[in-house]
């Protein structure tokens, strides 16, 4: 379907050309005064000098050419010379119902869908989820849903950091307590246990203690990158071992994901490609890339325009080893053998923007893609808690992620409680649901580039730009089809022309801004606007509510009316929290 501004626009070149205008005068905008109209051109404004005459005068030209049109009810040329118009309900409803009928509302797909690799999530093994790994987590998933609606095919992959030196000192530190585990018996040759020799939560208690050992005892920190080493160059029990680890922790971060409703297609990680480095090291080398500086390998990635000094990215350390950068870029080369994809995004905090912006350059610079691929970063602000400074727990220590969608959760089992009539064991299963749309809403309403405030009381509340409030709206809708349908109502035997009256037209414009908005997220990489979109949705719709009688409306032939776009109305919400990352309950 053509998006409704499209349609409009339409109508109003056709009435400046045959006014004896130029048709691309006719420029249709949203209106900026709500209070008198709909939408609005401005277009005689720019005519005016072209034609040496007073806008207002071209205006009425227009207007006048629009007083039968079917598109609009009212195109008023108002000084100095602004287009006011209306929508024709008639039309409007029209185009809501072919909405109702198309799939995906209407939204036109792409003619060539883009294969995108999508790079987000980002957790490191042996190491417990943090919030910093929240923001990567929601955004991400929200950007691979809305873009796979809007026709592309969209690859996940979590990227998990499983090859550095935390490896080592996880190693080291397991060396020190179990000394007589078979897998450091350098002459053992048989198979090593199916079982891991700990569990996911002395993991994370391991990984921080050896790290500040690491930190104190500079012979304890050479051991760790001994084992590091030879981890990399693949001794059979420190392969068995980190085995063991990524296995234990992928299934915990499996189970933290899912929670959160974030799925990957790929598990892979900087491990996966340590193989491939050689080989790309040694074409960098050949093709006259790559150079030692200071021992280190390099490559040169600053540009003649830049503004600000871009240094060399690192390819190898003075010993050889490979670092983030090298399996970044031997990731990127295995993404085009693998998928030949015509994008690869990438989500994290903004702080590495730099680094991004290197791995690129030097990317395409050693031709590990083709000239048209596009490399995009996306950097996001930090979660603030309330003091304005990085989110803590209560004691000033590092947030968990599981402790923080377990406290979210519990939060919203005491609001829903406080005063419903639900059983305890039904509140505990609401609020879980609502309780990830208070996490995700809370985030993705920012624009992800900006640091945003973590507020509890704010994000579970009811009222305002939250996730519950559009839940809230969601469950009452459905309560209102269910009652319907209870009283012997059939939802597949109505129809929105039957409605048109004054108080649902907000709700219906709004509606109909569905493949706009869609089409604007998705090229922006932004989904702050569908939750704008649903916002607003929202609230058109319990003005709407609280304006009209419903159920108790005597009109049979409206009532149906108003009950299709009820209907609509909640699949269009659905959609879009569906495209957040995050569901309705029944019932709330
Ligand atoms: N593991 C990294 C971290 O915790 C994030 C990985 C982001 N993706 C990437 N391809 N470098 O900071």
Known sequence: ??????????????????????????????????????????????????????????????????????????????????LNLKV?????????????????????????????VMDYGGANIAKPL????????????????????????????????DWGMPMGLVITELKERMPDLIYFDDAYEGEYPAEAPFTISQLEEIYPAASARSKADPEYKARAMEATYKLQKGVRGYRALWNHIREVSVADL????????????????????????????????????????????????????????????MI??????????????????????????????YMTDKRQELYFEQVFRCARKTKLVEPDTKLTFIGFGTMNGKDGKPFKTRDGGVMRLENLVQETKNEMYQKIIEGREMSEEEARDVADIVAISALKYGDLSNQAS????????????????????????????????????????????????DAA????????????????????????????????FLYELANDFNH?????????????????????LLLLTQRVMETCIDLLGFDAPDKM
């Open 1 to 82: 379907m053509e998006q409704l501004i499209d349609l409009l626009t339409l109508e109003i070149q056709n009435a400046f050309e045959a006014a004896g205008y130029d048709r691309s005068l006719g420029r249709v905008t949203l209106s900026n005064r709500p209070d008198l109209c709909e939408y609005q051109c401005n277009g005689a404004m720019a005519g005016a000098k072209l034609y040496h005459k007073a806008p207002v005068a071209i205006a009425k030209d227009v207007a006048e050419k629009l007083a039968d049109s079917a598109v609009l009810k009212e195109a008023a040329a108002v000084p100095p010379g602004f």
């Open 88 to 116: 024709s309900e008639n039309f409007l409803t029209g185009y809501l119902e072919e909405m109702a009928k198309s799939p995906k509302f209407g939204l036109k797909m792409p003619q060539v869908p883009l294969k995108i």
């Open 130 to 161: 943090h919030v910093g790994h929240l923001r990567s987590a929601i955004i991400g998933e929200s950007l691979k849903r809305i873009r796979r609606y809007a026709g592309h095919e969209v690859i996940g992959d979590v990227h998990l950091g």
């Open 254 to 313: 499996k189970k933290n994901y899912s929670s959160l409703k974030v799925e990957f297609d790929l598990w892979k990680g900087e491990s996966s490609v340590h193989e491939l480095i050689p080989d790309m090291v040694a074409s960098m080398k050949a093709g006259g890339y790559a150079y030692i500086s200071d021992g280190a390998l390099v490559v040169d990635v600053k540009e003649d325009t830049d503004t600000k000094e871009i240094p060399p990215c």
């Open 316 to 345: 190898l350390k003075s010993d050889g080893a490979s670092l983030y950068n090298t399996t970044d870029l031997a990731t990127i080369q295995e993404r085009m053998a693998l998928y030949h994809p015509d994008e690869l995004v």
């Open 450 to 497: 900006k640091d945003y405030i973590f507020d509890m009381e704010r994000f579970t509340s009811f009222e305002g730009d939250t996730g519950p409030y559009l839940l809230y709206t969601i469950v009452r809708i459905k309560s209102i089809l269910a009652k319907y349908a209870g009283q012997g109502g059939d939802l597949k035997e109505v129809r929105i022309r």
């Open 501 to 532: 009256g004054d108080s649902e037209k907000a709700l219906m414009l709004q509606i109909a801004q569905f493949q706009t908005m869609i089409t604007a997220a998705s090229d922006e990489l932004a989904p702050h606007k569908i939750c704008a």
């Open 544 to 564: 709407f509510y609280h304006e009209t009688k419903i159920l108790s409306e005597e009109d049979e032939t409206r009532k149906r009316g108003l009950i299709a």
